[in-house]
């Protein structure tokens, strides 16, 4: 065995003792489980939840941006917490707030933690940003349904990073990147399975990446994350070990002219609302 397989299979260890409940994975924090406990309550009254979802002024503000963005624009702008609930709707509170608790989920214990971390949260938030956007032209009711599927897809590359708490173990950007591969969808399933997030999120999970899966006729939530997710990787440099468009089941499943692909062989689409996707990622950081 070589010295670099040598050091791989040391930081394999680490991880496989994450997945099999040796280290502790992720837990999510205390006041997004209190506030999405406050959501299963068939009778929880707006007020109820504007008194819990206060205690988190970041999470308050997030609320507010999402409410004002031009995916929910409206002749009435909301001007308080309780016009965000209304406007959003429960559903949506519960994924926003879902949202806001993935970046601060993972304690960065060294800047080589951080340096990680920035780079999978830029992929992970572009890949959101871009499926949220497709979302209203591809007909999906729910832009951030799609953002938070996006985001759960990978929410297993972060899990890894969470395993190497000592500095001194932090594995290379190459060596991340094929531990990512290797383990991330995995414990991306475990991680979800733990949080009791909706069973939809888990599928999606198993589903990404499986770029000719058929999820029947119409387009679903595994089609809109699969074609961003083509996207934010197409953006990311990896080309190369994409498939052409035309050979994605989500891809065919478009019809004239959502189907139309800009010079580089990706979705017109896409390249058209760039301003937009840019502004949605700026949400998520």
Known sequence: ??????DYS???KVVTQLMNGEEQLPSLPMITLDIRRALADPNVSVARLKQVISKD???????????????????APPRTLEDVIRLLGLQEVDRITLIHSL????????????????GVWGRLTRHAAISAVLARPLGFPSPDHAMLASLLCDVGDLA???????????????VYTRLCQEYGQSLSVIVLKKWAVDQSYIDVVRSARQWDVDTGGRLGLVDLVN???????????????LPAIEQLAA???????????????????????????????????
Do not use: C, N
Not at 57 to 75: E, G, Q, T, Y
Not at 105 to 114: D, N
Not at 160 to 168: E, H, R
Not at 258 to 277: C, E, N
């Open 57 to 75: 002024p970041a999470l308050s503000a997030l609320l507010m941006k999402h409410a004002s963005s031009i995916m929910f624009r409206s002749s």
């Open 227 to 241: 074609l961003g997710l083509f996207h934010a990787l197409r953006d990311d440099g990896r080309q190369a070990r």
């Open 160 to 174: 890894v990073l969470s395993a190497f708490k000592d500095a001194s173990q932090v594995p290379s950007p190459e």
């Open 103 to 118: 970046k601060s989920l993972f304690t960065l214990h060294s800047a080589a933690h951080k340096q990680l971390f920035i």
């Open 251 to 285: 891809y065919r499943k478009l019809a004239p002219p959502l189907d139309a692909l800009d010079a580089g062989g990706g979705l017109a689409l896409v390249s058209a609302h760039q301003d937009a996707i840019q502004r949605t990622a700026s949400l998520l950081r």
């Open 1 to 6: 065995m070589s010295a670099a397989e040598s």
């Open 10 to 12: 040391i930081y394999r």
